[in-house]
């Protein structure tokens, strides 16, 4: 149980244009998502929060109006990177939580997006 | 807020041999302290948990200990084998997010 999916696994873009990463949770209601940054050999630095049915909350230093994160369902948060620049090119990884579950806090990763913005 | 450190960066142990890798917590009101381990371009897997109310918890080869008063909490592996090589991390969770340590090289020599 508490699988979560993320699509694409991969992407490569032209500077400007933008970039949609879905992430799923396949078997369990998730009212609460995350989306992490990763560049390499680093930790996973959380972007923002994302709640179902209200607005995300972003973290420090990230720019809200250039990372846009819908959680319109209980099992569907998507981040669209805008006007996606060299510097984005990251991998991406959202995470969920089951409030079902008898672990509240534990957080289940999706597989990741590594964008490559050219 | 929490501030998760972790250490070492990077560990390098004989095949057979104990691995230990330390985290501390700044928060108290942290009570959730995972550990995952993440292979180059996957996901990261939580291979053990542990929270505040325990001291101690292991998972065949696998274990982590907690010390709430010094607020550090450790990850220990044995029997170390050429699969555990891997990037580990902790947490700390004071409420639903994760705080994260800056991530351990665990390399395994044969």
């Not at chain 1, 998730?30 to 607005?55: C, D, H, I, V």
Request: hydrophobic share 30%; glycine share 6%.
């Amino acid at each position: 149980g508490a699988v979560v999916s993320q699509h694409p696994s991969w992407v490569i873009c032209k500077s400007g244009t933008s970039v949609k990463i879905e992430c799923r949770s396949l078997d369990f209601q998730a009212t609460t998502m995350f989306w992490y940054r990763q560049f390499p050999k680093q930790s996973l630095m959380l972007m923002a929060t994302s709640n179902e049915g209200s607005k995300a909350t972003y973290e420090q230093g990230v720019e809200k109006d250039k990372f846009l994160i819908n959680h319109a369902s209980l099992t569907l948060s998507t981040l669209t990177v805008t006007s996606a620049h060299p510097e984005d090119s990251s991998f991406y990884i959202c995470s969920a939580t089951d409030p079902s579950g008898s672990s509240y806090n534990e957080q289940f990763f999706g597989p990741g997006t590594r964008l490559t913005v050219l | 807020g929490e501030n998760v450190e972790q250490h070492p960066s990077t560990l390098s142990v004989q095949e057979g041999d104990s691995a230990v890798i330390k985290c501390t917590y700044s928060d108290s009101a942290s009570n959730y302290f995972p550990w995952y381990k993440q292979e180059l371009g996957k996901r990261p897997q939580l291979i053990i948990d542990i929270r505040s109310n325990v001291g101690e918890k292991k998972d065949q080869r696998i274990a982590v200990t907690l010390n709430k008063t010094a607020k550090h909490f450790s990850l220990h592996i044995t029997e170390t084998q050429p699969e555990d090589s891997a990037v580990y991390f902790c947490a700390a969770s004071p409420n639903y997010q994760l705080i994260w340590g800056a991530g351990t090289k665990l390399i395994i020599k044969p």
